[in-house]
C-alpha cells in the first residue's frame, strides 16, 4: 500500500514538473521575432554566423531548446549567470518576452 501510495506520488511530481517546464517554454515565435531583434546581432539567426567569434564565446541560439533559453534569461535576469550585456537585455524582458523569444529561436533549425 505504502509504496502504491508513494509510486503515484512520483508520478503526479513528474508529470507536474513537466507540465511547469513546458508551460515556461510556450511562447509566440511570430512575436519573438520582434523581440528578438537586439539578440540577432551577436547570436546570429537562419544561418549566419555569430557575431565576434574570435573575441567573445556567444552561443548560436537557432534550434535551442526553448526551455534552456527561458532558464538563461532567467538566470541572467536574476544575477545567477553573469554577463553584462546579458545582464542588460534580460533584465527588460517579461516572462512573455523570454518565452517568445525562446520559441522564436527554438524554431529557427538552420
Known sequence: MTS??????LVLLTLGVAASASAQA?????????KAF????CHGLGGTKVAYPDVYKVPKLGGQHAAYI??????????????????????????KDMADIAAYYAADKK
Do not use: H, W
Not at 537586439?38 to 546581432?41: F, L, N, V
Not at 532558464?71 to 516572462?95: H, P
Open 26 to 34: 510556450i511562447g509566440d515565435p511570430v512575436a519573438g521575432k520582434s
Open 38 to 41: 537586439a539578440c540577432t546581432g
Open 70 to 95: 527561458v532558464a538563461a534569461l532567467k538566470a541572467y535576469k536574476s544575477g545567477e549567470r553573469f554577463n553584462e550585456t546579458m545582464k542588460a537585455q534580460a533584465s527588460a524582458l517579461s516572462e
Open 4 to 9: 502504491s501510495i508513494f509510486a503515484r506520488g
